[in-house]
C-alpha cells in the first residue's frame, strides 16, 4: 500500500473489555512500532517490532498490553481488561531501519480507542 | 535519560509573520533529531531530521531547523507562516541503535491569526 494503515479508525468499548487494535505497515518496511497519544500528553513510545521480534517492550504501560507481529508484516496491539485511562488514539509507525541503518517513521492515521 | 522538552505549549502568530518553535533534548551521545507535524485528523508527518552534517537543515513546506550542540537545542523556524502551518508541532529525539526508539516532545499547538 502507499502507507501505513491502521483499523478501526475510531473504536468505543466498555470498561473491562478487550479490544485489538491492527497496523498494517508500509510494504518492505521491516520495523514497526506503536505509540500512544493522549490528551495534552504527546507521545509515548510503547514497543518497537524488528521482523516478530521485539526488542524493546519498555513502553508498554502494563501487563494488559500485548503486541504481536506476523510474517514481518501485519501488527495487533492487544488491550486487555480495558480501563478508562487507556482512552486516547494509538499510532503504528513503520521504517526501512535495520540494524546500523537511521531510522526514518512513517505513521499512520491512528486509532481512537475511547474506554466508556 | 533520553528527553525532550518543548517549552512552548501553545502560540499564536499572525499569517506573514516569522515562527520559530522551541525545542531541547537530554541525549548522552550525537542525537538524532526530528521534527514532525499533526494537522487536525492527519497523521504525523516528518518535517526534517538531523542525523549529522550541516547543523542547519532544511524540510517541506519552507520549515528549517538548527542543531545547535552547545545549548542542546534543535529550533524549528520559518521566515513565514501561512494559515495552513496551523497544527501541532512535536520535536523529538531518536534513541538506541538506529534510532529505533524515538522519544517525543509534549508538542507546541500553532495557531495563524488571519
Known amino acids: 500500500g502507499a502507507g501505513v494503515s491502521q483499523s478501526p479508525s475510531n473504536k468505543v468499548t466498555e470498561k473491562g473489555k478487550d479490544v485489538e487494535l491492527r497496523c498494517d505497515p508500509i510494504?518492505?518496511?521491516?520495523?514497526l512500532y506503536w505509540y500512544r497519544q493522549s490528551l495534552g500528553q504527546g507521545l509515548e513510545f510503547l514497543i518497537y517490532?524488528?521482523?516478530?521480534?521485539?526488542?524493546?517492550k519498555s513502553g508498554l504501560p502494563s501487563d494488559r498490553f500485548s503486541a504481536e507481529r506476523t510474517g514481518g508484516s501485519v501488527s495487533t496491539l492487544t488491550i486487555q481488561r480495558t480501563q478508562q485511562e487507556d482512552s486516547a488514539v494509538y499510532l503504528c509507525?513503520?521504517?526501512?531501519?535495520?540494524?546500523?541503518?537511521?531510522?526514518?517513521?512513517?505513521f499512520g492515521p491512528g486509532t481512537r480507542l475511547t474506554v466508556l | 535519560a533520553q528527553s525532550v522538552t518543548q517549552p512552548d505549549i501553545h502560540i499564536t502568530v499572525s499569517e506573514g509573520a516569522s515562527l520559530e518553535l522551541r525545542c531541547n533534548y537530554s541525549?548522552?551521545?550525537?542525537?538524532?533529531l526530528f521534527w514532525y507535524v499533526q494537522s487536525p485528523g492527519q497523521g504525523l508527518q516528518l518535517l526534517l531530521k538531523?542525523?549529522?552534517?550541516?547543523?542547519l537543515v532544511q524540510g517541506i513546506k519552507g520549515f528549517e531547523a538548527e542543531f545547535k550542540r552547545s545549548q542542546s537545542s534543535f529550533n524549528l523556524r520559518k521566515p513565514s507562516v501561512h494559515w495552513s502551518d496551523a497544527a501541532e508541532y512535536f520535536c523529538?529525539?531518536?534513541?538506541?541503535?538506529?534510532?529505533?526508539?524515538?522519544?517525543f516532545g509534549s508538542g507546541t499547538r500553532l495557531s495563524i491569526r488571519p
Open positions: 509507525a513503520s521504517s526501512l531501519a535495520g540494524t546500523g541503518r537511521i531510522n526514518e517513521q512513517f
Open positions: 510494504s518492505g518496511h521491516t520495523a
Open positions: 517490532f524488528q521482523g516478530n521480534s521485539a526488542p524493546d
Open positions: 541525549y548522552g551521545a550525537t542525537p538524532y
Open positions: 538531523y542525523f549529522s552534517g550541516d547543523t
Open positions: 523529538a529525539v531518536g534513541a538506541g541503535s538506529s534510532a529505533s526508539k524515538i522519544i
